[in-house]
């Protein structure tokens, strides 16, 4: 029996899925996520970081807001931004700064399996969004985001009298 094992970075990953898709090209939004297609379009600008550090986030939508949940393990608030750009795209990105203990020459490590750096996050926001009123809150390295959605607009009906 053999056994193949692929290496395969997320950097690689979303570079490649840019390059098959058709949809960043026309809309030119580098690093965005569609709610949902729920691929990462590219890699985010140069200068704004990287997705180093690992951040998992669920997306949910309720009748009232939509919920936005990120994982922070280790993060305190102040070392997090949630900000609103280009109108319609929610971006939370920080630094997950690797904690230094005092070393000794002598020590070796043996494995370093947490993720450290910068991270960038983004996410297109529906129509029905309301941008300027989310809210966001963080309690044990939870990220909550609330966006709350505009009531869906009624339909109005207005009869057209028949001439003639």
């Known amino acids: 029996m053999c056994i193949v094992v692929f290496v395969y970075s997320s950097s690689q990953r979303s570079r490649n899925l840019s390059e098959m898709s ?73 630094e997950r700064k690797r904690e230094r203990e005092r070393e000794e020459k002598v020590d070796s490590w043996h494995r370093v399996e947490r993720s450290y750096g910068q991270f960038v996050r983004r996410f297109r926001l529906p129509d029905n969004a309301k941008v300027e009123e989310v809210k966001a809150s963080m309690e044990n390295g939870v990220l909550t985001i609330l966006v709350p959605k505009e009531a869906p607009k009624k339909e109005e009906k207005k009869t057209i009298e028949i001439s003639g």
């Open 22 to 94: 058709i949809i960043p090209s026309l809309f030119g939004t580098q690093g965005v996520l569609d709610p949902f297609s729920g691929f990462i379009w590219g890699q985010p600008p140069s200068g704004e970081g990287s997705q180093v550090a690992n951040v998992s986030v669920d997306w949910k939508e309720t009748p009232e807001k939509h919920v936005i949940t990120a994982d922070l393990p280790g993060l305190k608030k102040e070392e997090v931004k949630v900000e609103v750009e280009e109108g319609r795209v929610l971006r939370i990105s920080g």
